[in-house]
């Protein structure tokens, strides 16, 4: 099991709580440029899970509520989603949004993945966009989304590639561990890339006691004015990157951030605007 690499689950999750309570004003901030960019995604998985019109959906780690929203609108009035996610503040944009957007068939619940509590067959489709991967016990929560869904019924979920086809998450990343003499964490330290191959990702639902499971490879592009904004926006919306950065002296974290400036400055087009393609990978099994 994934658990064992020495990491302490509920302390794990209490950090991951209070780190992404800080990110839901980033992901306010920035949710169009994501959405642009990871739209694809939410739509493939909804596909993948076997969403349709009356189904009754569950969504873990939902975060700013995708693919939740986009679910909802497939599910239709007569289905419904329960969108849960570890982070209140994320999850009271996500309420926002899915106002804002006239979906009265979703309802957010504040809760981490291995502490959901739902009767046996309560579902009949399962998602995690970029969600699952996080959980200390990544295998043990599938299982237990397993058993709140119908027999045969589809969970899709989402991871990404391997840090060299990663670039958005690696260039920072990588940048800072440089600078600041920090280890790369063991293989499989639950975050967004500790599922970044086919086997790893389809294990997660596989050791959770899905069937049939299949991955597919698709992309995210995203694109910003200049480095600058790049720098910015990760600051604002990627805790994983934070976490590597915050606990060092205040001159040391604006070094390092002005750094990761210049390493993505390289990948700048003529006109300054930077874009970077970055590999995702889609699981889907049968419970």
């Known amino acids: 099991m994934m658990e064992s690499k020495g990491i302490d689950a509920v302390e794990f999750r209490g950090t991951q709580r209070q780190q992404w309570n800080t990110a839901a004003t980033g992901w306010r901030k920035w949710s169009d440029l994501l959405d642009r960019a990871a739209g694809d995604i939410s739509e493939r998985l909804v596909e993948l899970a076997g969403v349709e019109p009356g189904s009754r959906v569950l969504d873990v780690a939902a975060g700013y509520g995708e693919p939740s929203l986009t679910a909802a609108r497939k599910a239709g009035p007569e289905g419904s989603v329960v969108a849960t996610d570890i982070s209140a503040e994320m999850l009271a944009y996500g309420r926002e949004r899915a106002a804002a957007a006239g979906l009265e068939n979703i309802e957010f619940l504040e809760s981490d993945a291995a502490s959901l509590e739902f009767p046996e067959r309560s579902f009949d489709a399962g998602l995690s966009r970029w969600g699952i991967i996080f959980e200390p016990d990544g295998e043990g929560a599938a299982a237990r989304v397993r058993a709140f869904l119908n027999s045969g019924a589809r969970m899709a979920i989402s991871s990404w590639g391997p840090p060299e086809r990663v670039p958005f998450l690696a260039i920072p990343m990588q940048t800072a561990m440089k600078r600041l003499d ?106």
């Open 182 to 287: 920090v280890p790369p964490p063991p293989p499989g330290t639950p975050g967004p890339l500790s599922r970044p191959t086919p086997e790893a990702l389809a294990g997660l639902l596989e050791g959770g006691g899905f069937s049939d499971v299949e991955v597919e490879e698709a992309t995210v592009g995203f694109q910003w004015s200049s480095a600058e904004e790049f720098t910015t926006w990760i600051h604002e919306i990627a805790p994983p990157v934070n976490a590597i950065i915050d606990p060092h002296p205040p001159e040391v974290r604006e070094e390092t951030w002005a750094a990761i400036t210049e390493a993505v400055r390289e990948k700048a087009g003529d006109d300054g605007t930077v874009t970077l393609s970055n590999l995702v990978l889609l699981a889907a099994g049968r419970a």
